[in-house]
């Protein structure tokens, strides 16, 4: 098996493959977390529950596997590539790492601090 020379990728790249539709943006985080805060447009596939022989065959689109900081990431990453399945990349600084670069999250935590009345 051939694994592409880039498995890590920063925030700016991926935001840049998802807002040119060429990546799907998957979440690998348990569901608690992402309801908390995620990615919007993200997909949630819990690491937990990660099993390369039922994941969705994507062959048009780069994935990027996301998780809190990176490690479950790279976790997701290394078995989804050692199955054979192509084109998957870890999400450098997981969603901590998204937040720095200043781009978009949702979710609970968000709903949290409206005070509006």
């Keep these: 098996m051939i694994e592409p020379a880039l498995h890590t990728i920063d925030a700016a790249?991926?935001?840049t493959w998802l807002d040119a539709r060429e990546a799907v943006l998957?979440?690998?985080r348990e569901a608690s977390e992402f309801d908390f805060e995620?990615?919007?447009g993200s997909v949630l596939l819990p690491l937990s529950f990660l099993d390369p022989e039922t994941f969705p065959p994507i062959t048009d689109k780069k994935v990027i596997?996301?998780?809190a900081i990176g490690k479950r990431g790279e976790a997701a990453r290394r078995q989804l590539a050692e199955a054979g399945i192509p084109n998957i990349h870890n999400l450098d600084g997981g969603l901590d790492g998204w937040k720095k670069a200043g781009f978009e999250t949702?979710?609970?935590r968000h709903e949290a601090l409206d005070y509006t009345i």
């Design 106 to 108: 949702q979710g609970g």
């Design 26 to 28: 998957v979440d690998v």
């Design 65 to 67: 596997v996301l998780c």
């Design 38 to 40: 995620n990615v919007p």
């Design 13 to 15: 790249t991926a935001k």
